[in-house]
């Protein structure tokens, strides 16, 4: 395998650094042109509530229905996720979704070793998906009390409209975008010197021939 010189590598590098630069602003205008044509920005609200003491008109909270309420919140969940919550949401928002269009849209979680419910949805429109999430809550709430007898549905947060989208990352996609240009220019332009047999100066005659140069016929250009 032929030797590579390492000073001919960086000189033949820096001779195509303004294709290289050409290639990544190429890339980052291709890639943002795509994503906005192509990609719908989401926007997320949550909404947190809190498994509360439904007896105890005190204020005190004992071990029994701390305990009752843990092991209700995995149950609790998968409720806020049926039909019997997420059809009255679409019929008194008025929404233009099916059952399982809006329940793809949503997501429920419980912050560990806590009574705390976190529901959040995700939408094109941000004021609808917040909109969507404190219905969501209040719908819950109503229906718990006639599924379990117990009212023990406390709202800690209500959903805001978001003002990011949680799908884009143009900072992110960029950086992607330029460490993509930077590897494809750095690749061609490897193989391009790798089989570049053409000698530009006098010293690669005398380095890769071993002949002695007596002479140099200049470069004149034509004058118009």
């Avoid at 912050?111 to 976190?118: D, F, G, L, S, Y």
Wanted: glycine share 4%; aromatic share 10%.
């Amino acid at each position: 395998m032929e030797e590579i010189d390492l000073k001919e590598l960086l000189d033949y590098f820096k001779g195509k650094f303004v294709w290289m630069i050409i290639t990544v602003l190429l890339f980052i205008g291709i890639g943002n042109v795509y994503n906005i044509l192509t990609r719908i920005p989401m926007y997320k609200s949550d909404t947190t509530i809190l498994l509360v003491n439904s007896a105890s008109t005190d204020g005190s909270y004992n071990s029994t229905e701390l305990q009752l309420n843990k092991s209700l919140v995995g149950t609790y969940s998968e409720i806020i996720k049926s039909r019997r919550i997420l059809d009255p949401v679409i019929k008194n928002l008025g929404l233009d979704y099916s059952y399982g269009k809006l329940k793809n849209n949503i997501s429920v979680s419980s912050i560990a070793n806590t009574e705390i419910i976190q529901i959040s949805v995700g939408d094109s429109d941000p004021e609808l998906a917040s909109r969507i999430a404190n219905e969501i809550a209040s719908v819950f709430s109503i229906e718990i009390q006639k599924i379990y007898k117990l009212n023990n549905i406390s709202v800690v947060d209500k959903a805001v409209d978001s003002v990011k989208p949680y799908n884009i990352n143009y900072m992110k996609d960029n950086f992607i975008y330029i460490a993509a240009a930077l590897i494809l220019s750095f690749g061609v332009i490897f193989v391009m010197f790798y089989f570049d047999t053409t000698i530009k100066t006098s010293e690669e005659i005398e380095n890769k021939l071993g002949l002695t140069v007596v002479g140099i016929v200049p470069k004149v250009e034509k004058e118009l």
